[in-house]
């Protein structure tokens, strides 16, 4: 990962070369702290919410440079906020957002403003795209240098927050780079530095914005790749949180307003944003209640104050039959649901209009910056609580390491709701009702003991440079010797999909090169996702573990040898 800060000097700076280290270094203090720190600090109270601040001066509206795809009537509900923002991508008559040039110097422009201030404003790259453009991030604190070491000495949290998984969703991209400006100094977020450290990456998929697509250049989701890890995309985004160790992560996308909505239900879009924060199977109750009370309620108040609408995040089918609506979905492969399972705050805000062009945008990109602001305001009322709450969730979820049940499977709970969409004709609110699928509750479909760790063999080194880039701890195998251990079997008509697998409890040789993944860890809900099979995106359904004789449940404390290896891919 490269970084860059105008407060570096030559002398200062260090090659990638020398990264690994300071990684290894950081993450056994982080871990250290953590652990020891929540042994004495009980939970915070969950108190209520505050009001928002404004982060940009009101000035006249922006025009549309396109025609709205529905009617007057219809664009009569979402005038233009009245505050104009100024990003290179919005200036008038402009019929391109911002340029990938213009983003880094736009970042750069703000980095440069921090320096011989106590504010501290640093470019980092975390990788680069799959046609080599760079990802770029921009690390706002008031720590003395913008290491992930230098972050955790400051003793204040890190909120980090992404835009731009999608080519075709614009609105994040220009929103942070407003929230960048606000942050640097003289801006109107930069006293929440005193609290948190802030970390920004306004375009997660660079070679979809140049594409005009949704997905990246061999065609994947980036936005469902958090778990396999396929893409240097979702790498860059897995290093950040590697090395970071974010309390909070909010995703900032887009939705669309009319598309398969018009032609199930005849009615366009009502909400301005639709709100989730992570839900996944074994994620611990007290960061789902640090979303929904520290976040979720103020996020609401603030988007309601300014004139802004909200619900949960909904999507639906493209069958026109199903007429069901869903929730975002419980699998762990999104950044909200990862992050969840890494014992941070995983949210998604999402703005109406991913299939409008450039219509509305000044709209869109206001609900964006709302909502940002109004997370870091949280995280830095919050900032020590969160940090409570994840050192305790850390230690927690160490200790259950074989015991209690895991929950491998799980799914949505179905309801019946009634959305307020609106009627395409004539602009009227138009009450919707549907078979709704729940996700914030989910319910274990498929549970097993929870294992003492996992035996996974040399062969599956894939996986296992997965498991170490999101931040997990995997030993190898120094001498060999013999683990009690649960084996797959396959049963009748099995899928990876299909939760059908027969467990056999026997002796597995672990042979020198293999490798060991204890459940005693902060992260171990992360290990279980990935390595259950049952699911259609585990490790073994991928094929980063070959068969399912490369992999075992280890449900007794192993005796083997171990040696640490650097975790660096």
């Known amino acids: 990962m490269t970084l860059q800060t105008p407060h570096a000097t030559p002398s200062s700076q260090r090659p990638d070369s020398e990264l690994p280290q300071d990684r290894l270094r950081w993450s056994a203090l982080a871990c250290a702290a953590l652990l020891s720190a929540c042994a004495s600090t009980p939970l915070p109270p969950w108190p209520t919410t505050s009001k928002p601040q404004a982060t940009t001066q009101p000035i006249a509206p922006a025009n549309n440079l396109v025609p709205l795809p529905y009617n007057a009537a219809v664009a009569a509900r979402f005038p233009d906020p009245a505050t104009r923002y100024d990003t290179p991508g919005l200036a008038p008559q402009r019929n391109q957002f911002t340029t990938a040039s213009e983003l880094s110097s736009w970042l750069n422009s703000q980095a440069s403003k921090s320096l011989g201030r106590d504010t501290r404003l640093g470019i980092v790259q975390p990788g680069s795209s799959q046609r080599g453009s760079p990802i770029q991030a921009l690390v706002a604190t008031r720590a003395p240098g ?12 890190t909120v980090m927050l992404v835009a731009g998984q999608h080519g075709d969703e614009p609105a994040g991209t220009e929103a942070l780079l407003i929230i960048a400006r606000e942050l640097a100094p003289g801006g109107l977020l ?15 998929n660079p070679d979809a914005v140049e594409a005009g697509t949704r997905n990246a250049a061999d065609g994947t989701d980036i936005a469902h790749d958090h778990l396999l890890l396929n893409t240097p995309e979702a790498k860059a985004l897995a290093t950040l949180a590697r090395d970071y ?29 639709l709100l989730q924060y992570s839900a996944t199977a074994n994620q611990n109750e007290f960061v789902t209640k640090a979303a929904r009370e520290w976040y979720t309620a103020p996020l609401r108040t603030a988007l309601s104050q300014a004139g802004l609408s909200s619900d949960w995040y909904y999507t639906t089918s493209q069958d026109l039959q199903d007429k069901s609506i869903s929730m975002g979905s419980l699998a762990p492969d999104s950044l909200r649901n990862v992050s969840g399972l890494k014992n941070s705050v995983g949210y998604l805000v999402s703005s109406r209009g991913s299939d409008l062009g450039r219509a509305h945008i000044q709209r869109r990109v206001h609900t964006l910056v709302t909502a940002s602001t109004r997370m870091l305001h949280s995280s830095a009322e919050r900032a020590k609580d969160l940090t409570q709450v994840q050192a305790f969730v850390a230690r927690e979820t160490a200790s259950l390491a074989c015991h209690q049940q895991l929950a491998v499977l799980a799914e949505q709970t179905p309801e019946q709701r009634t959305l307020t969409m609106i009627q395409p004709d004539t602009g009227a609110d138009q009450q919707v009702r549907v078979d709704w699928n ?9 549970s097993r003991p929870r294992s003492c ?23 190898k195998v120094a001498e060999p010797g013999q683990l009690l251990a649960d084996s797959y079997n396959e049963a009748r008509s099995a899928t990876p999909a299909s939760g059908a697998y027969a467990l056999t409890r026997g002796a597995v040789e672990a042979s020198v090169g293999s490798y060991y993944l204890t459940m005693n860890q902060p992260m171990a809900n992360l290990a279980a996702a990935a390595l259950e099979p049952d699911t259609p995106y585990s490790y073994l359904a991928r094929g980063l573990v070959p068969t399912m004789t490369d992999m075992a449940r280890v449900m007794a404390p192993p005796s083997v040898v171990f040696e640490e290896e650097d975790d660096a891919e």
Request: avoid cysteine.
């Open 146 to 157: 913008i290491q992930p070491s230098a972050l955790y000495d400051s003793r204040r949290p």
């Open 190 to 204: 930069e006293p929440l530095l005193q609290q948190i450290n802030v970390i920004l990456v306004p375009r997660a």
């Open 245 to 273: 160790r974010p309390v909070a992560v909010v995703d900032l996308q887009e939705f669309p307003a009319a598309s398969i909505f018009l032609q199930k239900y005849q009615a366009i879009q009502r909400y301005d944003a």
């Open 438 to 446: 729940a996700s914030l509750q989910p319910r274990t479909t498929l």
């Open 453 to 475: 760790g996992y035996w996974l063999s040399a062969s599956a080194q894939p996986a296992v440079d997965r498991l170490r880039l999101l931040g997990l701890q995997v030993l």
